[in-house]
Nanobody, 122 residues
Framework: QVQLVESGGGLVQAGGSLRLSCAASGRTFSSYAMGWFRQAPGKEREFVAAISWSAGNTYYKDSVKGRFTIFRDAAENTVSLQMNNVRPEDTAVYYC???????????????WGQGTQVTVSS
């Protein structure tokens, strides 16, 4: 069974930086795609970024391009999201997700973590 555990959330001022990490266990992830999603209060969950585990191809939501970077550490089985120049509208619960066919995009993820709260103060 795949397990995904997020960490690194917290309170940060606008313009600051934060790094989220996702520890993955239970499978070999070499064929997977890994993604980060977020859900703000009163809003639907939305895609943020994704990376293919094997090739490292990345895909981002337009509003985070140039500010957020997704990367993986195959040796540690972790996927991280480096968030720079954060904005109050980035406030949300951030979720890590795994997609078993390696499709590096915004849809059809199979496994989800429990989420970590990110709050950006203005």
């Amino acid at each position: 069974q795949v397990q995904l555990v997020e960490s690194g959330g917290g309170l940060v001022q606008a313009g600051g930086s934060l790094r989220l990490s996702c520890a993955a266990s239970g499978r070999t992830f070499s064929s997977y795609a890994m993604g980060w999603f977020r859900q703000a209060p009163g809003k639907e969950r939305e895609f943020v970024a994704a990376i293919s585990w094997s090739a490292g191809n990345t895909y981002y939501k337009d509003s985070v391009k140039g500010r957020f970077t997704i990367f993986r550490d195959a040796a540690e089985n972790t996927v991280s999201l480096q968030m720079n120049n954060v904005r109050p509208e980035d406030t949300a619960v951030y979720y890590c997700a795994a997609e078993i066919f390696g499709n590096c995009g915004p849809d059809d993820y199979d496994y989800w973590g429990q989420g970590t709260q990110v709050t950006v103060s203005s």
